[in-house]
């Protein structure tokens, strides 16, 4: 529960600061036009609000609903989401948005995407400048990586050191380097100390490479243990600190990574077991592990959630992290580099989004909440604030109705030929986006439920 909390708590805080500041956006944009902006909200107050208030000598109720799903501005003389057309049936004022000329409106529309996108920006800037770039060289990673069957079948040996492909030397272990390999036709490694070239395709499926169990690679890490945790199966069997363990379930393992794979595989039986007496079994397995000097075989019966408890130490634990400390001025242009790869990154993925596999893997308000770490660190809180922040900045770009991208596609059309689209063709196409990205959260939502009670 107190995971859930602190996830949650980052989750609707991280999206508070977003939602206020893409509505400021468009805020800001309509006073500076004198656009009167009837209401700006914290969330949805649809029949009730939490709290308002309208300051005296001001045109402008705030408040916060009730519904923690975003916010809104409601803009003067403007067709949006709320479908309120009453004031639309009335003479045009002066201080209303459909007086404004086109490209005014257009700023005003743009305004929250335009924040959004420029406070990422500003967010990771901030962050290189106060914690730095910090990461693991892959080349540094001398122990090599571990790869499944798939990356076998291309070429890759496990205890292959990654340097790079033909379009440059890999980073640090992360996404990008899942990216580089799909795009890549040449793989140069390390391997036995010798270089060689692994040549591949050139169009992986990026998707099936990420959620492939196991890991199409990931760093190899020892099958030492760094830490046993009283009163678990590892710790009753006798095993301590610096034992490495050599087979698992009569299979001989060469790493960490081997041991959770096997672990992984009884806890596929452990789905189908009948009965208690059909758990205990599958639990129950031979361990053979050594000190260097000595070397033990003990039967232990695994946690429920089929675990030894243990730990090994991590890729920072094992290689040197090396750090990248920027000055306050030399943040901002690599804030901006790193915000348009992310940015770039984002986009490019997008393609899997229309495969059946992409669509299994969209993600509602749990998806998102679990992509926040299980405790308080205001480095990945921001980190994950400013990714989320352009993800709303683009999503919200796109030419949907109701979406500020719609508005800005029917601007554009104005602009180009003179004519505005008229108010019934507005109200009906934003009626056909609010049953989009309703259709889209639904799906998104349902997904995080199915994968919440197992189901996918």
Known sequence: ??????????????????????????????????????????????????????????????????IPLGG????????????????????????????????????????????????????YSMILFYWGDTYVPVKDMTGGMKFNKEAKALGFRDGDI?????KGAFKDFSADLYRDIAAAQQVEVIRQGKTVTVNLPGDLNLLNMMKAEPSFVRPLLPAVADSVVP???????????????????????????????????RSDLLA??????????V???????????????????????????????????????????????????????????????????????????GAKSLGGFGAIGNLFPS??????????????????????????PILDGGYVLFLIYEIITRRKPSENFMIRANYVGLALLMLLMIVANLNDVLRWIGIM
Request: glycine share 8%; charged share 20%; aromatic share 16%.
């Open 1 to 66: 529960m107190e995971v859930f909390l602190i996830k949650l708590l980052q989750l609707m805080l991280a999206i508070s600061i977003l939602v206020l500041l893409h509505e400021g956006g468009h805020f800001f944009f309509s006073k500076l036009f004198g656009v009167k902006v009837e209401k700006f909200y914290m969330f949805f107050d649809w029949k009730f609000s939490l709290f308002k208030f309208k300051p005296k000598n001001s045109d402008t109720e705030y408040g916060i609903g009730w």
């Open 72 to 123: 809104y501005c409601k803009i003067a003389g403007m067709i949006d989401e709320s479908f309120d057309t009453d004031q639309m049936k009335q003479p045009a004022q002066s201080w209303e948005f459909r007086s404004k000329p086109a490209w005014q409106r257009l700023l005003i529309m743009i305004g929250g995407v335009l924040v959004n996108f420029l406070l990422a920006l500003f967010i």
């Open 162 to 166: 990654l340097v790079g492909t033909e």
């Open 231 to 265: 009163n678990m199966p590892a710790s009753q069997i006798g095993m301590k600190k610096g034992d490495r363990i050599l087979a698992v379930n009569g299979h001989a393992v060469d790493s960490y990574n081997e041991i959770i794979d096997q672990l992984d595989r």
């Open 272 to 281: 189908d077991a009948k009965s208690p007496a059909d758990s205990l079994k």
């Open 283 to 357: 639990r129950t397995i031979p361990v053979v592990f050594t000190n260097g000097v000595k070397t033990d075989t003990a039967v232990v019966t695994l946690t429920a959630d089929m675990r030894l408890g243990f730990t090994v130490q991590s890729v920072a634990g094992l290689y040197k992290p090396y750090t990248q400390e920027y000055g306050f001025f030399e943040s901002f242009p690599a804030g901006v580099k790193y915000g348009m790869h992310v940015l770039g990154s984002y986009v490019d993925d997008l393609k899997y989004v229309f495969t059946a596999d």
């Open 375 to 400: 405790t308080w660190d205001w480095y990945l809180f921001w980190k994950m604030t400013a990714f989320l922040s352009i993800i709303l900045a683009f999503m919200n770009i796109l030419p949907i």
